[in-house]
């Protein structure tokens, strides 16, 4: 069967099991007489009519991001330039922040409601995808109070920013805080129609989010259109308005109803016996994505303190580098679906293979990317770095650009098998993997080849590598090959397939 027979026969049985009735034993096999019809179509089709869409959407958001930072690059009349690139790479991270604080609900609504479809209980999922929206405006709502307490002051200064790059940052990310309980809502119904097997709608949700984010962030940096001229803080008010009108058609196509997920306001009341069961999932999940953010903030302030030039070059080399993790990131989301619902359908031989066939086909696609970057690194550093003051930025960029190319078959490692785990409901163990990589990992090597010497309190002083920012990246692509084969030998050793949700 082709990828397209398969897409029509995924989409014609509506990704839910022919047997409703299908007993929750993922450590059982299900006869032939009773498999869903769904999964007669070849994995290799489903993974790809899963991971299409996504990588699609992917691509909008790669392109949004890469036109925030082509106008930022180019703003005039800035006085110090690379102080405000700077602020960019640092806000990146902290709007990184954002998406993966998500994770504390959506991560939970994917697998929990792939698990109902999957076993053909469609009410339990429909209840399953109110309570994540609850979930979602709880946490949003926490989050956009603690900001605006003093926690955006806060995590700038954590980060060793100071001056006009701090002050830059603060001014970027308080409209993205605003509208935090959009762009939660938006994430966390998107992740529940996942988990039904619908990932188109996400595609033409933010197809519409990006196609009304890059003119808004245009109009109001430039003052274009009648908008008001905000400059830098006018790039974070295009992404937060952007994703308000998300959140908005998010809520129309699920008062419509799709994939069997339909909202009714009557079921708007807490249920705690499922919002734990979210939870359960999602909180070590949440961890894991929280600590992932913890180990990204040091390791960001290690580089800060580099200097605003290896800050700007830092930030462009990961704005390019996110075309493979965004790639990656798309069959990441398949597995996950896939996964759950083979698992929730009883047949976890298939829920394996389809784990491992998105691996694969993601290794295929960020091993090309990583030709890329190694081959174009010159060019790709020059779009956002047009002038003069600018070339210190290209000279120590471009070795970072190009180390990293060989690191794509570990980060699609770490991205993939970990989006399948959860797909499983795996989410505890991989939280200790993190930690690995990054605290005994990356920050330790980050010091000691980015610096002429480590002071070690107590235990004297260690010489260093003084590598500069080549030296920050060696260690992230250590970090990406351990946890890249730890999480490898997790998904292989198959312990996943008996965990409950």
């Given at each position: 069967m082709t990828p397209d027979a398969a897409a029509a026969n995924f989409q014609r049985n509506d990704v839910r099991p022919a047997a409703a009735s299908l007993p929750f034993h993922p450590e059982e096999e299900v006869s032939p007489a009773n498999r869903p019809a769904v999964w007669s179509a070849p994995t290799w089709g489903l993974v790809l009519f899963l991971a299409?869409?996504?990588?699609?959407?992917?691509?909008?958001?790669?392109?949004?991001n890469l036109s925030d930072r082509f106008l930022a690059g180019h703003i005039q009349n800035v006085p110090d330039l690379p102080a405000l690139q700077s602020a960019q790479t640092t806000a990146h991270y902290l709007a990184w922040f954002i998406n993966c604080y998500g994770v504390f609900v959506t991560a939970g609504s994917t697998a929990l409601v792939a698990r109902f479809v999957g076993a053909g209980d469609q009410r339990q999922a429909v209840a399953v995808l109110h309570q994540s929206l609850l979930l979602a405006v709880f946490f949003a709502l926490t989050a956009t109070a603690a900001a605006f307490a003093g926690g955006v002051p806060a995590m700038v200064a954590l980060l060793q920013q100071r001056g006009a790059a701090a002050e830059y940052t603060a001014a970027y990310l308080y409209p993205l805080f605003g509208l935090l309980v959009c762009q939660m809502v938006e994430s966390a119904g998107v992740a529940c129609l996942v988990g039904a097997g619908d990932t188109r709608t996400g595609l033409w949700v933010f197809a519409g989010v990006a196609a009304v984010n890059v003119p808004l962030a245009w109009g109001l940096c430039r003052g274009l259109w009648g908008f008001p001229e905000l400059g830098f803080r006018g790039i974070a008010w295009g992404t937060a308005l952007a994703h308000g009108l998300?959140?908005?058609?998010?809520?129309?196509?699920?008062?419509?109803?799709?994939?069997?997920?339909?909202?009714?306001?009557?079921?708007?009341?807490?249920?705690?016996?499922?919002?734990?069961?979210?939870?359960?999932?999602?909180?070590?999940?949440g961890i894991d994505s929280m600590s992932i953010v913890i180990g990204q903030f040091w390791f960001l302030s290690i580089v800060n303190q580099l200097g605003e030039v290896a800050s700007a070059a830092h930030g462009i080399a990961l704005i390019w580098e996110a075309l493979g993790y965004l790639s990656g990131a798309a069959f990441g989301t398949a597995a996950m679906a896939l996964v759950g619902q083979n698992l929730g359908a009883g047949r976890p031989s298939d829920a394996a293979r389809a784990g491992w066939r998105a691996?694969?086909?993601?290794?295929?696609?960020?091993?090309?990317?990583?030709?890329?970057?190694?081959?174009?690194?010159?060019?790709?550093?020059?779009?956002?770095?047009?002038?003069?003051?600018?070339?210190?930025?290209?000279v120590a960029g471009i070795p970072a650009l190009r180390l990293v190319a060989f690191a794509m078959p570990a980060l699609a490692s770490t991205i993939v098998l970990a989006s399948a785990l959860r797909g499983a409901g795996d989410t505890r163990v991989p939280v200790l993997f993190t930690w690995l990589g990054f605290f005994a990992v990356r920050i330790p090597l980050g010091y000691l080849l980015t610096r002429s010497a480590v002071v070690l309190g107590p235990l004297g002083e260690l010489s260093g590598w003084d590598l500069g920012l080549l030296g920050a990246w060696w260690a992230m692509v250590a970090d990406l090959f351990v946890r890249g084969a730890i999480y490898a030998w997790r998904f292989g050793r198959g312990a996943w397939k008996h965990q409950r949700v």
């Open positions: 299409l869409p996504v990588l699609a959407q992917q691509g909008l958001h790669f392109l949004v998300g959140c908005l058609a998010v809520v129309v196509v699920l008062l419509r109803g799709r994939y069997g997920l339909r909202l009714s306001w009557r079921q708007f009341w807490p249920r705690f016996d499922l919002m734990r069961r979210l939870l359960r999932v999602g909180i070590p999940a691996y694969l086909l993601a290794t295929a696609v960020m091993s090309a990317m990583g030709a890329v970057f190694f081959t174009f690194a010159p060019e790709m550093f020059a779009v956002f770095c047009p002038q003069p003051q600018q070339q210190p930025i290209i």
